[in-house]
T-cell receptor, first 116, second 113 residues
Framework: GAVVSQHPSRVICKSGTSVKIECRSL??????MFWYRQFPKQSLMLMAT?????????EQGVEKDKFLINHASLTLSTLTVTSAHPEDSSFYIC????????????FGQGTRLTVV | AQSVTQPDIHITVSEGASLELRCNYS??????LFWYVQSPGQGLQLLLK??????LVQGIKGFEAEFKRSQSSFNLRKPSVHWSDAAEYFC???????????FGPGTSLSVIP
């Protein structure tokens, strides 16, 4: 399958600072990327959907000013957690899709964010 | 309303035994269904998917799943479990009208020697 690289895999930051997470499709062009958040022992919750060159579409309850998503190219999307707080600590996962509709999306390895 | 349910939060099986993980979905339109596996601290790997056609779908690592429209189910099976199969398993549904994938709550699988 296609490869999606997510970086960093782990990050610890101080409360109040911002953290950027990158999601790259290495061998295909991703027209759509998805960002998920996963709490321990829980399922993946979709945060937002981004299409290359467009503004991201956020799920209800997700603060778009706190979780900034940029999808500037067909191979890169970034999630920036601004003014991070301990409650933002979580596992963040991206996925990338080349086609449209129900075509398969490939997942990154995830990023463990810890805010201290 | 929960679109995807996985009734079993945790399952323990002996190595070599057969496995069935249950998944039920609720969706009025054509369901596109997936099974993913997640190892601790890792992303998700696609095991198999159902879009249309044959209702028995073969996947990687010896897994298969059967789509039953009458029961709104898409159960995952494996005839003989290996210790390396211990992981979290997620059933997922692609909602065409919303262009998004909804994940079930997951089933944690433990394998005992």
């Amino acid at each position: 399958g296609a490869v999606v690289s997510q970086h960093p895999s782990r990050v610890i930051c101080k409360s109040g600072t911002s953290v950027k997470i990158e999601c790259r499709s290495l061998d295909f062009q991703a027209t759509t990327m998805f960002w998920y958040r996963q709490f321990p022992k829980q399922s993946l919750m979709l945060m937002a959907t981004s299409n290359e060159g467009s503004k991201a579409t956020y799920e209800q309850g997700v603060e778009k000013d706190k979780f900034l998503i940029n999808h500037a190219s067909l191979t890169l999307s970034t999630l920036t957690v601004t003014s991070a707080h301990p409650e933002d600590s979580s596992f963040y996962i991206c996925s990338a899709r080349a086609g449209t509709g129900h075509t398969e999306a490939f997942f990154g390895q995830g990023t463990r964010l810890t805010v201290v | 309303a929960q679109s995807v349910t996985q009734p079993d939060i945790h399952i323990t099986v002996s190595e070599g035994a057969s496995l069935e993980l249950r998944c039920n979905y609720s969706y009025g339109a054509t369901p596109y269904l997936f099974w993913y596996v997640q190892s601790p601290g890792q992303g998700l790997q696609l095991l198999l998917k159902y879009f249309s056609g044959d209702t028995l779908v073969q996947g990687i690592k010896g897994f298969e799943a059967e789509f039953k429209r009458s029961q709104s189910s898409f159960n995952l099976r494996k005839p003989s479990v290996h210790w390396s199969d211990a992981a979290e398993y997620f059933c997922a549904l692609y909602k065409t009208s919303y262009d998004k994938v909804i994940f079930g709550p997951g089933t944690s699988l433990s394998v005992i020697p």
